[in-house]
Structure formats: structure tokens, C-alpha cells
């Protein structure tokens, strides 16, 4: 009776290890992702990559998101940040291929490697963290259709200082 039970054991045990995904098993489909911006307390927006919005608050935060969008599809977002006195910007949060995805040539065999994981969206991973650094507006004025821009001397590239014009 013993030997029966071991061979059940080891039956189940193989068959677990054949409908399950090495990445399911090892990591995740949701991360929780910092985001940061200098200076803190910028307004973010995250959009997921079909429009909808997924997230709405102020910097310094950490949110957690989902991994995959879709059989085989990775997620990707975009962070809007966006703060008073300061030029808006925009992030993107991209996917990157699991390492733990191509251990299913080895554990998680075929089904883990074409069903499971992708299924699951643990075939994929995202970053821990992003931080953006805001610019301040510049004062601009439209003269005879051009922009006049005032910036510091300091802001103003090397190459770009020896094309201006000292005005009186």
C-alpha cells in the first residue's frame, strides 16, 4: 500500500509540475512599481497602453500593476507627470521578458511554456521603479510668428550660445 501511495505522489507531483508555469511558480503578474518624480508632489496619470486610465495621484508613489495585457501580450503604461510651473512630461512603463519564463524549457515543460505563463502574464515583467526630473516653463512670447523664449544663460546649450544676438 506504501508503494501505491509513493507512485500517486510522484504522478500527481509530475502532473503539477507539467500544467503549471516555471514563471507562475517563481515570480509574478503584478507589480508594484515606484514612481517618483524631482520635484515631489507632481500630479500623475497612468493610462494602460488601450486608453484606460488606470491610476490618478501625486508623486512619490507606488502602484501596482499587472504585467500582461493578453494572451502573449505584455503590458506597457504611460505615466503623465504634471505639476504647476514645471513642463509636463511623459514616462512610459514597458514590459520586459521574464528570465524565469525561459526556465520552463527545463520545469515547466511545453504547457507552462505556451499556456500557463502566457496566459497569466507571468511571462512578463516591469520595472521596480521610474523617476522623471520636471524643467520649469520658460517664459515665451510669439513675435511676427517666431518664439522668443526667455531662459537663463546657464540653460542655453554651448553650441547654441554662439548663435545669439545680444539684445539692448
Not at 507589480?31 to 520635484?39: C, D, G, H, K
Not at 503623465?80 to 510651473?85: S, V, Y
Not at 511571462?123 to 522623471?132: E, F, N, R, T
Amino acid at each position: 500500500m506504501l508503494k501505491f501511495n509513493s507512485i500517486i505522489s510522484i504522478v500527481a507531483l509530475t502532473f503539477l509540475l507539467f500544467i503549471s508555469g516555471c514563471a507562475s511558480i517563481v515570480s509574478k503578474s503584478n507589480y508594484p512599481v515606484a514612481i517618483n518624480s524631482m520635484p515631489e508632489g507632481a500630479t500623475i496619470t497612468i493610462t494602460a497602453k488601450n486608453g484606460q486610465q488606470i491610476y490618478k495621484g501625486k508623486t512619490p508613489t507606488t502602484v501596482t500593476l499587472k504585467s500582461g495585457a493578453g494572451f502573449f501580450t505584455g503590458a506597457s503604461y504611460s505615466v503623465a507627470f504634471e505639476k504647476p510651473g514645471y513642463e509636463p512630461q511623459t514616462a512610459v512603463i514597458e514590459k520586459q521578458l521574464d528570465g524565469w519564463y525561459i526556465g520552463n524549457i527545463l520545469f515547466g515543460g511545453v504547457i507552462g511554456f505556451l499556456i500557463v505563463d502566457p496566459a497569466t502574464g507571468a511571462m512578463w515583467k516591469l520595472p521596480d521603479s521610474i523617476s522623471v526630473i520636471l524643467a520649469e516653463k520658460t517664459s515665451a512670447f510669439i513675435i511676427d510668428g517666431k518664439e522668443l523664449k526667455v531662459v537663463f544663460l546657464d540653460d542655453v546649450p554651448a553650441q547654441l550660445r554662439a548663435q545669439m544676438v545680444r539684445v539692448k
